[in-house]
């Protein structure tokens, strides 16, 4: 029951629908689970969506046993440091913030 609530916020989330009403204009981050990081309405929801879907899916491989993978030694080694690369480098195709010293050219 949870892990289909928590899907269906995250498919309201990352498809833009806004179902519930609750998401402000988000042109910035449409079709994205971007956000969560605020004490706004919306950035609390969004911030549910992002943490229960993955929460309830792990917890239902767990109950069910039979899924569970066994890794060999030094895989989760491999593993955090193939996430930490993915999650440090930047955003593809963004557009640098006006202002910002990377942005400007020195002429």
């Not at 491989?61 to 895989?75: A, E, F």
Request: a positive charge; one cysteine or more.
């Amino acid at each position: 029951m949870f892990v289909f609530l928590s899907a269906f916020l995250t498919i309201d989330l990352a498809m833009n629908l806004d179902v519930t009403g609750l998401l402000a204009i988000r042109e910035y981050a449409g079709y994205t689970v971007i956000g969560g990081f605020g004490l706004t309405p919306d950035q609390i929801y969004i911030g549910i969506c992002r943490l229960l879907y993955p929460f309830f899916c792990g917890l239902l491989l767990y109950r069910l046993g039979k899924w569970r993978i066994n890794l060999k030694r030094g895989v989760m080694t491999w593993c955090s440091l193939a996430v930490a690369v993915t999650l440090v480098m930047p955003h593809i195709g963004a557009t640098p913030i006006s202002g910002s010293t990377a942005s400007t050219a020195q002429s």
